[in-house]
């Protein structure tokens, strides 16, 4: 499955196996805030460039309304020659980490 996304003018997949590792690993996000992935892709508050992963981005977004008010962060990769992006894991955050803003919402 893939998400538009205007910030990479494209699409970013979200495979079988991630989508499973995200519901393993943080079933606070999915299957009930799959939503919330797909609108912070859309429309995310903040872009930033990842301290683990050279190569990836976290989009987050603030939703006032999700668990008394949380960030939902996706975290996207691009891979190959041919510039594929995908989505590494996402995840319900308090607070944002580092990482050097590539992005901010105006």
């Known amino acids: 499955m893939a998400f538009p996304c205007p910030f990479l003018r494209g699409e970013v997949e979200l495979t079988e196996e991630r989508e499973q590792h995200i519901a393993a690993h943080h079933p606070d996000l999915?299957?009930?805030?799959?939503?919330?992935?797909?609108?912070?892709?859309?429309?995310?508050?903040?872009?930033?460039?990842?301290?683990?992963?050279?190569?990836?981005?976290?989009?987050?977004?603030?939703?006032?309304?999700?668990r008394g008010g949380k960030h939902v962060v996706v975290v996207v990769s691009e891979f190959g020659t041919v510039v594929r992006h995908w989505i590494i894991t996402a995840y319900i955050a308090r607070k944002l980490e580092k990482g050097e803003v590539e992005w901010r919402q105006g």
Do not use: E
Not at 36 to 42: E, K, P, R
Not at 44 to 66: H, Q
């Open 30 to 66: 999915l299957p009930k805030y799959r939503r919330h992935i797909v609108d912070t892709l859309a429309s995310p508050d903040l872009i930033r460039r990842s301290v683990w992963f050279g190569n990836a981005r976290l989009f987050s977004r603030w939703y006032p309304d999700l």
